[in-house]
C-alpha cells in the first residue's frame, strides 16, 4: 500500500479545510471499501481525513415529518432503529441484505452510497477499465459480466453500482445533503449518480471535495408498505444480482401510490417509472404487475451472458408488488 496521511477532522469546517488544501485526499468512512481498495492499489489517496468523529451521527425527525440520516451513522444502527423499521421498512431490510454484521457496524451511510463498484476489472489494476484508468478499455464488455447491467450502460462501462441500501433510498426519494467549503446543498438520490456515458469515472453530482452530511428520507404515510427482495449467488456475504426495493399503498384494491426501484441492473439504482406509472390508479393485480414488469425491461439490453437478469427482474417486480398488495388485505 502507498504511503499516506492521516488526519481525524474535529469538525466540518476542519474537514473541509483539509480536503481543499490540495493533494489527493479522500474522506475516510468506516474504511470498509476505501482501504480495501488502498490494499489492492485500485485507489492511492496522499491524506485520508477521518470524518468518523464529526458530529454527524445518528438519526432524527425532520421538521417536515420525514427522518434524517446522519452521514457517520452506520448501516446497523440504522437498520435497527425502530422508526426506520416502522416507517421504511425496506430500507432496514435492503441494509441487512448486505454485507455482514461486523461490516455493518463499520460502515456509514455516506460511504455505502459512495462505494466502488465490484466489476472484477476495476479490481484488478493490471486489467484495463476506463472506470478506474480512462481511456483503458473496457474488460468486462467482452469478457466477463454475468452479472453486469442490463439497462443504461454504455460501451465505455457496463459495471453495476453494488449498494443495497441506495436502492431502498431511491424508491422513497431521499436526499443526499452535502457542504462544500461554499455552503451546504441536496442532491435528490435521482441525480446524485451521474449516467455512465463516456466518462464512467465521473460517478456522482457532488461538487469537488464535498462532505455528505447526511440523508434526508421524506415522510411516508402510515399505510405506504414496502419490502426489499435481494437475488444473489450466495446466501450472505454476497452483492445483488437482481433486487427490488418496492413500495405500496392501496385502498380498496386500487393503488394510491406505487415506487419500484431495481438494484444490480444498472450503473446507479434504477427507478421503473414506467412500471410504476402503469400500476398507479389501477387495480392491484398479478397480472397487471407482470405486464408493468415486461414494459420496463422492454427498454433492457443484455450482454452476452446475462439476458437472464432480464427474467429475474420481472419474476422479483411481479412477487414483490403480489406480495405488498396480499398484505394489505391482511
Ligand atoms: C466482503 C464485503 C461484502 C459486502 N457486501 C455488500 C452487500 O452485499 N451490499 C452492499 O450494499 N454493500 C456491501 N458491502 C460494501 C459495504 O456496504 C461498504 O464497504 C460500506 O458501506 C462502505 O462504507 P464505509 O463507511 O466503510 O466507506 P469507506 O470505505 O470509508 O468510504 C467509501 C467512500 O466514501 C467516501 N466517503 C465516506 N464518508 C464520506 C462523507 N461523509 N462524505 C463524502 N465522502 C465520504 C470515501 O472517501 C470513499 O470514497 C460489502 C463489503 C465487503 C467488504
Ligand atoms: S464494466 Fe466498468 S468497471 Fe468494469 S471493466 Fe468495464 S469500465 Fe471497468
Given at each position: 500500500m502507498k504511503e499516506f496521511a492521516y488526519r481525524r477532522a474535529t469538525d466540518v469546517d476542519e474537514a473541509l479545510r483539509l480536503a481543499a488544501a490540495g493533494g489527493d485526499t479522500r474522506f475516510l468512512g468506516g474504511g470498509t471499501n476505501l482501504v480495501d481498495l488502498m490494499k489492492n492499489g485500485v485507489e492511492a489517496p496522499e491524506r485520508l481525513i477521518d470524518v468518523r468523529f464529526l458530529p454527524l451521527g445518528g438519526i432524527s425527525e425532520t421538521s417536515g415529518g420525514g427522518m434524517l440520516l446522519g452521514a457517520t451513522t452506520t448501516n446497523s444502527d440504522i437498520a435497527a432503529h425502530p422508526d426506520i423499521r416502522r416507517r421504511y421498512p425496506a430500507l432496514?431490510?435492503?441494509?441487512l441484505a448486505g454485507a455482514s454484521g461486523q461490516l455493518r457496524n463499520m460502515a456509514t451511510a455516506a460511504g455505502n452510497l459512495l462505494q466502488r463498484t465490484r466489476c472484477g476489472y476495476f479490481a484488478d489494476p493490471s486489467e484495463p477499465c476506463n472506470r478506474r484508468a480512462p481511456g483503458s478499455g473496457c474488460g468486462a464488455l467482452a469478457g466477463e459480466h454475468h452479472n453486469h447491467a442490463i439497462l443504461d450502460w454504455s460501451p465505455s462501462c457496463v459495471a453495476t453500482h453494488p449498494s443495497d441500501m441506495a436502492v431502498a433510498l431511491a424508491a422513497f426519494d431521499a436526499h443526499v445533503r452535502y457542504q462544500t467549503m461554499e455552503g451546504a446543498g441536496a442532491l435528490p438520490l435521482s441525480r446524485f449518480y451521474l449516467p455512465v456515458g463516456d466518462s464512467p469515472h465521473e460517478e456522482t453530482a457532488l461538487p469537488g471535495h464535498a462532505l455528505i452530511t447526511g440523508i434526508a428520507l421524506p415522510s411516508v404515510t402510515p399505510t405506504l408498505r414496502s419490502r426489499y427482495r435481494k437475488v444473489r449467488?450466495?446466501?450472505?456475504?454476497a452483492f445483488a444480482t437482481v433486487s427490488v426495493a418496492a413500495a405500496l399503498e392501496v385502498l380498496e384494491g386500487r393503488i394510491l401510490d406505487v415506487r419500484i426501484a431495481l438494484g444490480g441492473v444498472a450503473s446507479q439504482p434504477w427507478r421503473a417509472r414506467v412500471a410504476e406509472d402503469m400500476v398507479r390508479d389501477a387495480a392491484a393485480d398479478a397480472e397487471l404487475f407482470r405486464a408493468a414488469a415486461d414494459a420496463e425491461l422492454?427498454?433492457?439490453?443484455?450482454?452476452?451472458?446475462?439476458?437472464?437478469?432480464?427474467t429475474l427482474a420481472r419474476n422479483l417486480i411481479t412477487t414483490v408488488l403480489t406480495e405488498l398488495a396480499a398484505s394489505e388485505r391482511l
Amino acid at each position: 500500500m502507498k504511503e499516506f496521511a492521516y488526519r481525524r477532522a474535529t469538525d466540518v469546517d476542519e474537514a473541509l479545510r483539509l480536503a481543499a488544501a490540495g493533494g489527493d485526499t479522500r474522506f475516510l468512512g468506516g474504511g470498509t471499501n476505501l482501504v480495501d481498495l488502498m490494499k489492492n492499489g485500485v485507489e492511492a489517496p496522499e491524506r485520508l481525513i477521518d470524518v468518523r468523529f464529526l458530529p454527524l451521527g445518528g438519526i432524527s425527525e425532520t421538521s417536515g415529518g420525514g427522518m434524517l440520516l446522519g452521514a457517520t451513522t452506520t448501516n446497523s444502527d440504522i437498520a435497527a432503529h425502530p422508526d426506520i423499521r416502522r416507517r421504511y421498512p425496506a430500507l432496514s431490510q435492503a441494509i441487512l441484505a448486505g454485507a455482514s454484521g461486523q461490516l455493518r457496524n463499520m460502515a456509514t451511510a455516506a460511504g455505502n452510497l459512495l462505494q466502488r463498484t465490484r466489476c472484477g476489472y476495476f479490481a484488478d489494476p493490471s486489467e484495463p477499465c476506463n472506470r478506474r484508468a480512462p481511456g483503458s478499455g473496457c474488460g468486462a464488455l467482452a469478457g466477463e459480466h454475468h452479472n453486469h447491467a442490463i439497462l443504461d450502460w454504455s460501451p465505455s462501462c457496463v459495471a453495476t453500482h453494488p449498494s443495497d441500501m441506495a436502492v431502498a433510498l431511491a424508491a422513497f426519494d431521499a436526499h443526499v445533503r452535502y457542504q462544500t467549503m461554499e455552503g451546504a446543498g441536496a442532491l435528490p438520490l435521482s441525480r446524485f449518480y451521474l449516467p455512465v456515458g463516456d466518462s464512467p469515472h465521473e460517478e456522482t453530482a457532488l461538487p469537488g471535495h464535498a462532505l455528505i452530511t447526511g440523508i434526508a428520507l421524506p415522510s411516508v404515510t402510515p399505510t405506504l408498505r414496502s419490502r426489499y427482495r435481494k437475488v444473489r449467488e450466495r446466501a450472505s456475504y454476497a452483492f445483488a444480482t437482481v433486487s427490488v426495493a418496492a413500495a405500496l399503498e392501496v385502498l380498496e384494491g386500487r393503488i394510491l401510490d406505487v415506487r419500484i426501484a431495481l438494484g444490480g441492473v444498472a450503473s446507479q439504482p434504477w427507478r421503473a417509472r414506467v412500471a410504476e406509472d402503469m400500476v398507479r390508479d389501477a387495480a392491484a393485480d398479478a397480472e397487471l404487475f407482470r405486464a408493468a414488469a415486461d414494459a420496463e425491461l422492454s427498454a433492457a439490453r443484455p450482454l452476452r451472458d446475462n439476458a437472464y437478469k432480464v427474467t429475474l427482474a420481472r419474476n422479483l417486480i411481479t412477487t414483490v408488488l403480489t406480495e405488498l398488495a396480499a398484505s394489505e388485505r391482511l
